[in-house]
Each structure stands twice: as C-alpha cells, then as structure tokens.
C-alpha cells in the first residue's frame, strides 16, 4: 500500500478555490456535532510512538527482519521506520510484525510510525471503500481506529501512541467523495482520541490533506482533525515544506511528516531494501538545549563551547586555557583550581591525559589531545536526531577535529551530519554521517 499517495503537483487553483466556498458550506452539514480540533499548537505532546524526532525516517511494505534493522541502525541515516500494522488494503504479510520486534526496534532506538490502512476513498478505484452516506462513513472511520487501538496494544504501542491513517490518492473535487472521507477521517480522530491515542493522517499532499486543510479553515469545528499530517509529495527535499498547500498552522508545531522520494532502493550494512523516504518532524522535535556548566569559577561557570579550540602550551593565558582545565579536572585528571594561565599544574596535568590516552606525552595542548578530551565520555551510537550530550561532545570534538566550527546546541542536525562525513572521509571511513563505534573510536584517540 505504500507511496501509491504520490504527487508531482498539487491540487489544481480551481478546485482550491472550489474547495472554500464548498467546504465553507458544509458548516451546518458536517458529520456530527462540532468537534473542537486537537491539533492547537499548545497542545499537550504524549509519550509513546513516535515520540520526539526531526530526522529522517523510512517506509517499507513489510517490516524487516531484525538483521536488517540492526545493519540499518548502524549504518543509516535513518532513525523512524513506518511499519503497516493491519488494514483491508494492506498489501504485504508481516511475517516479522509481532510485540517482540516493535520492543526490540524501541530499546535500539527506532521511531515507530505505525499505519493502518483500511477502506479507501468512495470514489477510488479499490475493492474495499467507504460509505458515501456521511453518518456511515465516520462510523466505519470509528471503527477502524477502533481495529488500529487493538493491534497496536497486541504490538505493545500502548496510549499516547500516534497512530496514521493511509488514505492513497483519489479525487477531491466530487462534494460527496471529499465529504465522506473527511466524515471518515473525522470518526477516526474521535475514536483514537477517546482511547487515548493521537490521531495521524497519511496521503498525497493534492489529496486528503488539501481537504483537510480547507476544512479546518472554512468549516472549522465541522470536523475533528488529526494530530500530524503525512503528506505524499515527491519532490526530493528532506524537509516539512508543502509548497504552499498547507495554509492552516494546525500542524506546524512538530507535527509534520513529508515523504520526499518514492521506491528507492538502498543498501546499508549489506542489506537492500526497496522504501519511501521522509523526513520526519513530530512530537516535540529534536530540540537543542543551553548547554550545561561543566565547571564554575568564582559562581561563573567555564565556556567549552568554543568557537575554535587552539593550541596551548605553557604560559598560555585565556578561555581555551579555562576550559581545557574545567576538562582536565572533570576528567579526574587533575584537582588544581581553574586560572585560564597554562601553569605547571596544568602542563601536568595535560602529560597524565596524554599517557591515559595513549597520546605523544608532550604536556602541550594539540589537536589532538583536544579532540579526544572534549570526546571523552559514553559512546552510544548518535545519528540525524539525536539530542543530549553525546551529541555536544561530537559538535565540540568535529570542531577541534575539522578546526572549524560545528555548532554546539546538543541537537544533531543535517549540517551535523555534514561535518562527521567529512570527519568520517579524513580518517578513511565510510561516510555515513552516523557516529557509531569506529568513529567514536577515532575521537577518543584524537585522531
């Protein structure tokens, strides 16, 4: 069932314009009592799948067999995984699909962005379709999410979950087609919402998602609108954007998923498998945060966020100097006071972190010595995604690695990525923009 909600362009400026005044008219003859929308940018964000993520995701028809997952952490840039939980029109067994696989991809770290893909539109092409009596269609709507609820409980995605609808392409401008679905899709919302799961809605961005926004607009109130979008819209680019067919700002904040390039065929690990790709923005985000204090000084705590990271010897004086003391001593190798003056003290100091590292002994602060200090700590693997400090470690190492600056906001971006790829091809190793052991490996010996 997968990318079959393709896109080359939107939704004709006719039938848009068609859409305002039509959907403006169904205030009075929605699907059933006004249903406030719970997609208001103050919204409270739950725990569960996906959880939070702005980063690269892929869909598969079938979920992959665990080695293939494994071989794809390692070396992907990837980090959600759309798997096709159950529906009449999905297309694919899921041999792999149990409680035991969805709990293993969540302890690796995988984002699970689950679909349900059942009737389709009444004016599609499809055996199983919806009703076009609106009263019927939100109750098939209901009932689907009511089928979605238990499987995804049978697999362990318990509430606070989003889980998404897969309506694949069809006509928006008959009145009665455009309006069951939205009945349907509204049905489905109320029901997930009452079982305590968030609601999603894939499709093509020219499709459901036009209507979608239109009536949020026009008829707001008529309908219950989901959560996140998932919009089908293959123009190649890794990002939220929707060329401008989106108008509501319903989904703006974190709650956005784009599906940018349709049946690739990619191999990672010695694995190839056919997807989708998407660029993911849910929850809320991979957000950078201020960066801690390592060390403080008289109340004041020390820099090592760096925009450079110089060499120092003894007699040095400065903020590099501070912040290669507030490491050396939260490091353990050294209980001498933070000056910023490159002392006795600290050229000692500098000599004991060499030899522990396994570096040229020289009590002088190169390179080197700087990239496996500010490396120094666990090593789980980190990719497109990732937040916290690990990634601050990589963001401060790739800076005095590369000697030039990576900024240092603990979020590991696409520019991130960039950065370790090149770290990556100076040091003779794949570049994936992923850190995984050997490039952690590479840092912490400074190298």
Not at 170 to 176: E, L, Q, V
Request: glycine share 10%; net charge positive; aromatic share 8%.
């Amino acid at each position: 069932m997968r990318h079959h909600g393709r896109v080359f362009s939107g939704a004709s400026t006719t039938v848009r314009r068609l859409l305002v005044v039509t959907v403006a008219a169904l205030v009075c003859l929605g699907s059933g009592t006004a249903t406030a929308s719970a997609s208001a940018p103050d919204r409270e964000r739950k725990p569960g799948a996906p959880g939070s993520l702005t980063g690269f995701g892929f869909d598969a028809c079938t979920a992959p067999a665990q080695e293939v997952m494994d071989a794809w952490w390692e070396a992907s840039p990837y980090a959600a995984v759309g798997i096709y939980i159950g529906g009449s029109n999905r297309l694919c067994d899921q041999p792999e699909l149990d409680a035991a696989w969805v709990k293993q991809q969540q302890r690796t770290g995988w984002h699970l962005l689950p679909l349900q893909v059942g009737p389709q539109a009444s004016c599609s092409g499809y055996a199983d379709r919806m009703s076009s009596d609106l009263p019927i269609a939100e109750q098939q709507g209901r009932a689907e999410a009511a089928k979605a609820v238990a499987t995804a409980q049978d697999l362990g995605i318990g509430r606070g979950s989003t889980l998404y609808y897969d309506l694949e392409d069809y006509d928006i401008g008959p009145d009665d087609c455009r309006r069951a679905a939205l009945s349907f899709l509204s049905g489905w919302t109320k029901s997930l919402h009452a079982a305590g799961y968030d609601s999603g809605v894939y499709s093509n961005v020219a499709a459901a998602i036009t209507s979608l926004d239109y009536a949020s607009i026009a008829s707001s109130g008529s309908y219950a609108m989901p959560d996140d979008i998932w919009f089908a819209w293959e123009n190649g680019k890794a990002d939220t954007a929707d060329g401008d067919r989106v108008d509501s700002s319903l989904w703006d904040d974190h709650a956005r998923i784009h599906q940018y390039d349709l049946d690739v065929a990619q191999s990672f690990g010695g694995h190839t498998l056919e997807i989708d790709r998407n660029w993911v923005d849910v929850g809320a985000g991979s957000v950078g945060s201020p960066s801690k204090a390592l060390c403080k000084v008289r109340g004041k705590g020390v820099d090592v966020d760096l925009r450079a990271y110089p060499k120092r010897t003894k007699g040095s004086r400065g903020p590099a100097v501070e912040a290669a003391q507030c490491l050396l001593r939260r490091h353990g190798w050294t209980s001498a006071p933070i000056t910023g003056t490159y002392d006795a003290k600290t050229v000692t100091a500098v000599t004991k972190a060499q030899k522990k590292l396994d570096l040229k002994a020289t009590g002088k602060l190169d390179r080197r010595t700087w990239v496996a200090l500010l490396a120094r700590g666990s090593s789980p693997l980190v990719k497109v995604g990732s937040t916290g400090d690990p990634v601050r470690r990589v963001q401060r190492a790739l800076t005095a690695a590369l000697g030039k600056r990576v900024t240092v906001d603990g979020a590991f971006s696409k520019k991130t990525a960039k950065a370790v790829a090149k770290f990556q091809r100076q040091a003779g190793l794949p570049a994936t923009g992923v850190v995984s052991d050997d490039v952690w490996d590479r840092l912490l010996a400074g190298r």
